[in-house]
C-alpha cells in the first residue's frame, strides 16, 4: 500500500465502490485533492480502510448504492471498531465515466492514442476511479444551490 509521506490534517472523505471481488477505494480531501486510490480485493477491504483512518482523517465514507451496497454497509458497521458515517451516492453511470476519467489521468501511449476513446478498454480495473467519482458526486451534491 503506497500512503502519501504526509497526511493532510483537514477531515477527508473515504470513497469506496463496493464489489463481491474487488473494490475501488479513494482518499479526496473537501478541497478536492486527491490523496490515495487503489483497487483491492473484497478480502482486504476491512484491513484497508482500517490502515487509511490510521493514516488520514477521514470524516465520512462516500459508498455507490447498487448490487453490493447493503451486504457491504452492514459488514462495514459490524467490523470496524469506530463505525464510519456512511453516505451511499449513485453510482449509475459510474463505470463509463470511470472509463473516460482514466484516459485523461493517465492519456494513451503509442498506437493507443489512434484509437477512438470509445474503443479503449483501460488496460486495469478502474473500481478505484469510480470511488474518486463517488465523491465528486457527494461534493456536488453538497454545494448545488437549494431548490424552492
Not at 463481491?20 to 478536492?32: H, N, Q, T
Not at 470496524?80 to 485523461?104: C, G, H, K, T
Request: glycine share 6%.
Amino acid at each position: 500500500m503506497n500512503l502519501r509521506e504526509f497526511s493532510p490534517r483537514q477531515p477527508v472523505i473515504l470513497g469506496f465502490d463496493p464489489g463481491r471481488d474487488k473494490c475501488g477505494l479513494a482518499v479526496m480531501g473537501l478541497d478536492r485533492r486527491l490523496h490515495y486510490h487503489q483497487v483491492v480485493s473484497a478480502l482486504s477491504v476491512i484491513p484497508t480502510i482500517v490502515a487509511l483512518r490510521v493514516e488520514f482523517p477521514i470524516s465520512i465514507l462516500v459508498m455507490g448504492d447498487q448490487t453490493t451496497a447493503k451486504g457491504w454497509k452492514q459488514q462495514l458497521n459490524l467490523e470496524l471498531a469506530d463505525p464510519l458515517n456512511i453516505v451511499l451516492v449513485d453510482e449509475r453511470y459510474s463505470s463509463l465515466e470511470a472509463r473516460d476519467r482514466y484516459w485523461q489521468m493517465y492519456p494513451p501511449k503509442g498506437l493507443l492514442k489512434l484509437l477512438p476513446q470509445g474503443m479503449r478498454q483501460p488496460p486495469r480495473p478502474i473500481d478505484d476511479i469510480v470511488a474518486i467519482l463517488l465523491i465528486e458526486r457527494y461534493l456536488n451534491r453538497l454545494t448545488e444551490p437549494v431548490k424552492l
